[in-house]
């Protein structure tokens, strides 16, 4: 368990030297702009492109992985939007954020940094095929529920408009796909570029750790929401495990990329969801105390999960 603390110390450790920073400093939010940027478009960009570009084109065409993983994430997602409907007599709109909160977990900041550390280069593949495909049906089903909702005023040409651009300019999505078309071509890269291109992606898991936690400090936990007692425990126990069913009982995937798509699958509720909220105006406060509950409560679940998984105690 010494080496599973040591592991997660420098992730956890940043979150929480963000924290404190923002705390002390109390920087306007606007502060927190062009970090954000440099994450989004540069940093985390280069790295899953650097992941995807050296990787056989092969093990990037596991359809039955990728749909194993979406199958279980979507499961959960099916759950706590019929809890919210029918347990709390939740709105429609309502009940579509608090299934984001149980299902869309914080993969693109906490995932690459964090797998690769844990269980070496193999783990690339995986982690870049489920950021890659996650949020991108993550993009379209927000919209598309809420649209549902009534929440979204545009036409239905137009949102599938805007939702296609959104997805197809994701910086994500765009590198992922630029590191497609390098490993299926074999393209050489330059020596200059891939240098660039290392460089940028160091900076991608420090950077985005401190933003998560100076964007946790500058929402503050101001009251508990009560869904938060069957969101918590969705998000790091039930997906996790429901993951790690579906993958095993399918079969035939290398035990690495069982125990990456586990602990993806086990990260706390992304800060996307309270960008979701937000955007139509619908759960903010409480999807703003979620992510912060789930932030906090993930320093234990992801340990375990993690011992779990490299003591064997989770046979793959």
Not at 209 to 222: C, Y
């Amino acid at each position: 368990m010494a080496a599973i603390f040591g592991l997660l110390m420098p992730f956890f450790g940043l979150i929480l030297i963000g924290y404190a920073a923002a705390r002390i400093t109390r920087q306007p939010a606007e502060a927190l702009g062009w970090l954000n940027t440099f994450i989004i478009y540069a940093a985390l960009p280069a790295l899953f492109f650097k992941l995807v570009a050296r990787t056989p084109i092969e093990e990037l065409t596991r359809v039955d992985f990728i749909a194993a993983d979406l199958v279980a994430t979507y499961l959960v997602f099916a759950v706590i939007f019929a809890a919210g409907r029918c347990m709390r007599k939740n709105s429609f709109a309502d009940s579509t954020i608090q299934a984001f909160a149980g299902a869309y977990g914080n993969i693109g900041y906490m995932g690459p940094g964090l797998a690769l550390l844990a269980f070496g280069e193999k783990a690339a593949v995986p982690v870049a095929l489920i950021v890659c495909f996650e949020n991108a049906l993550h993009f379209i089903v927000a919209p598309a529920m809420m649209a549902l909702a009534g929440g979204d005023k545009r036409s239905p040409g137009q949102l599938a408009s805007d939702v296609a651009r959104k997805v197809a300019l994701h910086p994500f999505i765009l590198s992922c796909a630029a590191g497609f078309l390098a490993a299926a071509l074999a393209l050489p890269i330059p020596a200059a570029v891939q240098g660039l291109v290392d460089y940028l992606a160091q900076a991608a898991a420090p950077c985005a750790l401190f933003a998560m936690g100076v964007t946790l400090a500058l929402r503050p936990l101001k009251r508990v929401p009560g869904e938060v007692f069957y969101i918590v425990p969705a998000k790091l126990i039930v997906h996790p495990l429901l993951v790690y069913g579906l993958l095993t009982w399918v079969g035939g995937f290398d035990p690495v990329w069982v125990s990456s798509a586990v602990l993806l699958a086990a990260l706390p509720t992304a800060t996307n969801v309270f960008v979701i909220g937000q955007q139509y105006g619908v759960w903010q406060e409480r999807a703003s105390a979620t992510i912060l509950l789930t932030t906090v409560a993930s320093v234990a679940t992801v340990s375990v999960f993690l011992y779990l998984l490299k003591s064997g105690l989770l046979p793959l």
